[in-house]
């Protein structure tokens, strides 16, 4: 009786989250796949085909945006871990008490609101008439307003500004169970600080390393304000195709196989990180 009434607890625990990846995860990519395989010959007129992914490979601008977009969205991510990471040790390592609070509350002030405020937030910052341009003008470092928008740069530092939090939030937590003796035996061995870094610290930092860039990987590849707004109209981000096809042509069947190929990219990389660095996708999100 006890065991029946356990399991029926936990199946009524597991019933929710089943529910959610059913209706809002499964069943939306089953049908965005079957719309994917559809070719429209004719008025509300369909055949079963992969056309539409055909049409992907023999359009030169469709996967060259999508080469650069995978590109830039790893950049990003490794960019993001040269910032986040020194950071993220300073607050787990370097700090206590009130100031490691201080410091984490302040990494997060910013993400208290949307991305659409904070990206518009630096293009007040970058466009001719910003701050920065009237700063460079007001020091007599350039002689006319500088527009420093509508460019790759722009771009990455956007896509670095609105990920960064989930790169140091894993960094954080992963560093912070580090036992501080650990390192002090590197240094009483006689290791450089290279060498602790490079032995002990980034070893057991590695499961938040991982979860870290595989999150802002897939931010990254799937932003769409940020890479528009900095970049402007011309960006040539992939997510934007995906927009036009969906929004602007209403061409559902080109923008689900867009959609598809993004999801298998990003598969892909996930999969490949995964593989360079060691890690499995369990002992990833456990421990980080």
Known sequence: ???????????????????????????????????????????????????????????????RTFARTATMSILATAL???????????????????????????????????????????????RETGVISNLLQSLGLVDGPVEMLYNDAAIMVGLVYTSILFMVVPLVTTLDSLDDSLIEAGYDLGGTSMAVMREIVIPHAMPGIVSGCIVVFMLSLGNYLTPILLGGKDSLWFTGM?????ITRFNWELGSAFGFLLLAL???????????????LTNTMGRS
């Open 1 to 63: 009786m006890q065991s029946d009434a356990s399991r029926l607890g936990f199946y009524l625990l597991l019933a929710p989250i089943l529910l959610w990846l059913v209706v809002l995860i499964i069943l939306p990519h089953i049908g965005l796949f079957v719309v994917s395989i559809s070719e429209k010959i004719g008025p509300r007129d369909y055949e079963t085909g992969f056309g539409n992914y055909a049409a992907f490979f023999t359009e030169p601008l469709y996967w």
């Open 80 to 126: 993001t871990l040269i910032l986040g990471f020194p950071i993220a040790y300073h607050i787990a390592k370097l700090t206590r008490g009130r100031t490691k609070t201080t410091l984490f509350l302040m990494c997060m002030i910013p993400f208290w609101v949307s991305e659409l405020v904070r990206t518009f937030g630096w293009m007040i910052l970058l």
């Open 242 to 246: 995906i927009y036009t096809q969906f």
């Open 266 to 280: 990003s598969s892909l990389v996930v999969f490949a990180g995964l593989k360079l660095s060691r890690q499995s």
